[in-house]
C-alpha cells in the first residue's frame, strides 16, 4: 500500500512546514525582531518556459514580506492568517472553497477587499512553502466529473476505507476534495480520455465508450480546475494510464489541452499539475474538413488569440503550430457537438476509434 503512505506521509509534511512557519514567527517575535517571510517572484520576469520539463516553472528571484515594513504589515498578516487556517483544517480533516476562506477571513477581522485578494494570498502561501492549496485542504467550487471502471478508497473522515467504483452513477462523480484525496486501487482501463464539453461526456457514458476503449472519462466543464489537473496527473503518474484530450476545434479547446500537458504560468510555482505524456487528440483544425463538420467563422478574438500562441514557446513544435497556422489559414472553428450530425454514436464508431489507433 505504499501509494496509501505517501498520501498520508503528504499531509503530514504540510501540517510540519506550516507549524514550521508559525515557530518561526513565534521565535522573531520571541527575540523582539519583526519577523518577514521570503516568497519566490511570481512576476512575469521571473517565469520561464523550461524545455525538459515542458512547463513553466519559477525562477531565483523572491521577495520578502517583512512586518518592518508599513506597506507589508497588511499583507503579511493575511498570509499568517491564511496558514493558521490551513493549519486548522488540515488538523481537523476538514475543507474549505476558495469563497469559503473569503468570509471566514471576517470573523477575525482579517478584511480581504474582494476575493481575488484572498485567492491572491493563498497563491503566495503555495509559493512560499511550496505546497498547492488542496494540500492545505482548500479547495474551488465542484464542476468536473469522473466516470469510469476504476475502484477508490476514500481517505476523508466519515467515508475512511470506504471504497466505490466510479461506474456507480451514470451522470459520473464530482471531483471534489473526497474524490480527489482518495487512494487509487484498481482499474481495469488502460487510457484516460480528457472531454472538455458536458454533452460529449454524457454521450461518452450513453454509448459505453468507457468499456469500448477501456478507459476513464473525465469532463473538465472548460478549463480545467486544478484539483481534475492534478487528478490526471494521479491517474497517469500512479496508474500508469495514457491519457488523451479531446476539446472543441478551436483556439480555446487547444488551450485546455495545452494547460494540461504543459501547464500555465499561473500555476508555475506548482509541480504537480502537468501531465507532459498527455497527447492532444482534437478536435484539430484539419479535422474540421477532413470530417466535413459544420462550424463558424473565426472571431476577431480567436485570431488574436490564436496569434498569441504562435508566439507562446509551449507551441513551438508538433501537434500544435501545424493545427494553428491551419486554424489562421482556413479562418473555421467547430464544436465537438457538430459530429451529431452524422449521428448520436459516430464519435465512438468512427472518430475516436481512428483517433486512438
Known amino acids: 500500500m505504499p501509494r496509501k503512505r505517501s498520501i498520508k506521509t503528504r499531509k503530514q509534511q504540510t501540517v510540519k ?19 518577514s517571510i521570503d516568497i519566490p517572484s511570481r512576476s512575469t520576469s521571473n517565469i520561464r518556459y523550461e524545455e525538459a520539463s515542458r512547463q513553466y516553472v519559477l525562477g531565483d528571484k523572491s521577495v520578502n514580506r517583512s512586518s518592518r515594513n508599513v506597506r507589508h504589515i497588511r499583507p503579511f498578516t493575511q498570509l499568517v492568517w491564511t496558514a493558521s487556517f490551513a493549519h486548522t483544517l488540515c488538523k481537523s480533516k476538514k475543507t474549505s472553497t476558495l469563497r469559503d476562506v473569503f468570509y471566514s477571513a471576517q470573523a477575525f477581522d482579517i ?38 471502471d476504476l475502484t477508490i478508497e476514500y481517505t476523508v473522515p466519515g467515508y475512511q476505507g470506504k471504497r466505490i467504483n466510479l461506474t456507480m452513477h451514470p451522470d459520473g462523480l464530482a471531483i471534489g476534495p473526497a474524490l480527489t484525496t482518495a487512494e487509487l486501487i484498481t482499474t481495469k482501463a488502460n487510457k484516460v480520455i480528457v472531454i472538455e464539453k458536458g454533452a460529449m461526456f454524457t454521450r461518452l457514458i450513453e454509448e459505453q465508450a468507457y468499456r469500448k476503449f477501456k478507459a476513464i472519462l473525465i469532463h473538465t466543464a472548460g478549463q480545467p480546475p486544478r484539483a481534475t489537473r492534478r487528478l490526471v496527473k494521479r491517474l497517469n503518474a ?26 500555465s504560468a499561473n500555476a508555475a510555482h506548482l509541480k504537480e499539475l502537468t501531465t507532459p505524456e498527455a497527447q492532444w487528440m482534437g478536435l484539430y483544425s484539419t479535422d474540421i474538413p477532413k470530417y466535413k463538420l459544420p462550424g463558424n467563422n473565426l472571431s476577431n478574438i480567436d485570431v488574436k488569440r490564436l496569434q498569441d500562441m504562435m508566439k507562446d514557446p509551449r507551441c513551438k513544435g508538433k501537434p500544435w503550430r501545424p ?3 491551419h486554424f489562421l489559414k482556413r479562418k473555421r472553428k467547430c464544436e465537438l457537438e457538430a459530429f451529431s450530425r452524422y449521428g448520436l454514436d459516430y464519435v465512438v464508431t468512427k472518430y475516436l476509434p481512428e483517433k486512438l489507433k
Open 323 to 325: 493545427q494553428i497556422e
Open 111 to 148: 478584511n480581504f477587499k474582494d476575493q481575488k485578494e484572498s485567492d491572491n494570498i493563498i497563491t503566495d502561501l503555495e509559493a512560499a512553502l511550496d505546497f498547492s492549496r488542496e494540500d492545505f485542504n482548500i479547495f474551488p467550487e465542484e464542476r468536473s466529473q469522473i466516470f469510469g
Open 17 to 35: 512546514t506550516l507549524e514550521a512557519l508559525g515557530n518561526t514567527i513565534y521565535t522573531e517575535m520571541t527575540h523582539k525582531r519583526f519577523p
Open 238 to 263: 500512479e496508474l500508469n494510464l495514457p491519457v488523451y484530450v479531446f476539446c472543441d476545434g478551436d483556439p480555446w479547446g487547444m488551450a485546455i489541452a495545452i494547460t494540461i500537458i504543459c501547464g
